[in-house]
């Protein structure tokens, strides 16, 4: 008998096929204090679904999903709850994970996550008006001044842009860099795959992943720490529901968030609106731009043993008037 060959295969995914019937594994958060004040938040449930087609011989496959944690001022994520057991959960570099092995699958293999979450309002505008919500940060700064794979801040042609982007403020070198962005990008779906800074330096154009790679690469290299947020964006128009995002970490407001694929409008007034506002519909997942647990890719892992699967994924939002 032959045998069978070891397959690891990365596939960047948001997961989990709801199921109406079974049993629910939850990953409930306890103690996460949220002020009195922020309990008029969004609430919105997210179905996060996967399929896992087998056609071969695969007698294991394993799923490394990342779990959304609360974050102060910005979400309570009240319920996290699986169609599978997961085999642990784990933390690792501030993140949280849950584990699923799948021993001998069937052909169809469905498995679901579902969040309910908490979304509050943090934006530019929020900082300046109410500085005890500010997500000061003392130590570990240094990390996101960095170069890194797809935020290349120390590429030549990069550096003599930042170097040409003046402000006589913080907040007014960040804003022309959004600007800087805004007027040399065109968005463009680009599918999965990951490009980076450059390739949006050079290309002038992108989806969320490349405005928000060049936005934080600029921002680097002009010594201000930024960080790229993968999470998703709750809205009507599901296909585009996994997105990046930016913060930038001012020195008297702490980290704030900045959307500059969402800023790309014409209108210059809208533009300065989203510039300084953001609606609470982003569900935080990770600022970690290079996932080394999910071996860089976002939200999931796959790896399995045998033959090659394949998988298709979708994203469902259930909003606040749906669950009234």
Same mark, same amino acid.
Request: hydrophobic share 35%; charged share 25%.
């Given at each position: *008998?032959?045998?069978?060959? =070891?397959?690891?295969?990365?596939?960047?995914? %948001?997961? &989990?096929?709801? %199921?109406?019937?079974?049993?629910?594994?939850?990953?409930?958060?306890?103690?996460?204090?949220?002020?009195?004040?922020?309990?008029?938040?969004?609430?919105?449930? %997210?179905?996060?679904?996967?399929?896992?087609?087998?056609?071969?011989?695969?007698?294991?496959?394993? *799923?490394?999903?990342?779990? #959304?944690? +609360?974050?102060?001022? /910005?979400?309570? /994520?009240?319920?996290?709850?699986?169609?599978?057991? #997961?085999?642990?959960?784990? +933390?690792?570099?501030?993140?949280?994970?849950?584990?699923?092995?799948?021993?001998?699958?069937?052909?169809?293999?469905?498995?679901?996550?579902?969040? =309910?979450?908490?979304?509050?309002?943090?934006?530019?505008?929020?900082? =300046?008006?109410?500085?005890?919500?500010?997500?000061?940060?003392?130590?570990?700064?240094?990390?996101?001044?960095?170069?890194?794979? &797809? /935020?290349?801040?120390?590429? +030549?042609?990069?550096?003599?842009?930042?170097?040409?982007?003046?402000?006589?403020?913080?907040?007014?070198?960040?804003?022309?860099?959004?600007? &800087?962005?805004?007027?040399?990008?065109?968005?463009? *779906?680009?599918?999965?795959?990951?490009?980076?800074?450059? &390739?949006?330096?050079?290309?002038?154009?992108?989806?969320?992943?490349?405005?928000?790679?060049?936005?934080? $690469?600029?921002?680097?290299?002009?010594?201000?720490?930024?960080?790229?947020?993968?999470?998703?964006?709750?809205?009507?128009?599901?296909?585009?529901?996994?997105?990046?995002? $930016?913060?930038?970490? =001012?020195?008297?407001?702490?980290?704030?968030?900045?959307?500059?694929?969402?800023?790309?409008?014409? +209108?210059?007034?809208?533009?300065?609106?989203?510039?300084?506002?953001?609606? #609470?519909?982003?569900?935080?997942?990770?600022?970690?731009?290079?996932? /080394?647990?999910?071996?860089?890719?976002?939200? %999931?892992?796959?790896?399995?043993?045998?033959?090659?699967?394949?998988?298709?994924?979708?994203?469902?939002?259930?909003?606040?008037?749906?669950?009234?």
């Amino acid at each position: *008998m032959n045998l069978q060959k =070891l397959i690891l295969v990365t596939i960047l995914t %948001c997961f &989990y096929l709801l %199921c109406n019937c079974g049993i629910a594994y939850s990953w409930q958060y306890v103690g996460m204090s949220i002020p009195e004040n922020d309990l008029k938040g969004v609430v919105v449930k %997210c179905e996060m679904s996967h399929i896992i087609s087998v056609s071969g011989k695969t007698p294991t496959i394993r *799923m490394i999903a990342q779990i #959304p944690q +609360s974050v102060p001022n /910005i979400q309570k /994520i009240n319920r996290v709850e699986f169609s599978v057991e #997961p085999r642990r959960y784990f +933390s690792r570099n501030g993140d949280k994970y849950a584990e699923i092995i799948i021993n001998n699958p069937d052909k169809i293999e469905k498995v679901v996550i579902t969040i =309910l979450a908490e979304l509050y309002r943090y934006d530019l505008q929020t900082a =300046l008006n109410d500085k005890k919500k500010n997500q000061f940060q003392e130590t570990g700064l240094e990390e996101f001044l960095k170069e890194e794979k &797809y /935020i290349e801040k120390n590429d +030549s042609n990069l550096s003599e842009i930042a170097a040409s982007i003046k402000g006589t403020s913080e907040i007014e070198i960040v804003r022309n860099i959004y600007n &800087y962005v805004l007027n040399n990008m065109e968005y463009l *779906m680009q599918g999965k795959k990951d490009r980076g800074a450059l &390739y949006a330096l050079k290309h002038k154009k992108g989806d969320c992943s490349e405005y928000s790679d060049l936005f934080v $690469a600029l921002c680097r290299a002009k010594k201000i720490p930024a960080r790229v947020i993968t999470g998703i964006s709750v809205q009507r128009d599901t296909k585009t529901a996994r997105h990046n995002w $930016a913060e930038v970490y =001012l020195k008297d407001y702490g980290w704030v968030p900045f959307d500059p694929s969402k800023g790309d409008v014409r +209108s210059i007034s809208r533009r300065d609106k989203l510039f300084n506002s953001l609606e #609470p519909a982003y569900i935080y997942f990770s600022n970690i731009r290079n996932d /080394i647990t999910l071996r860089n890719y976002h939200y %999931c892992l796959f790896t399995y043993y045998g033959d090659q699967v394949r998988t298709s994924d979708s994203i469902k939002f259930e909003f606040p008037e749906q669950l009234k």
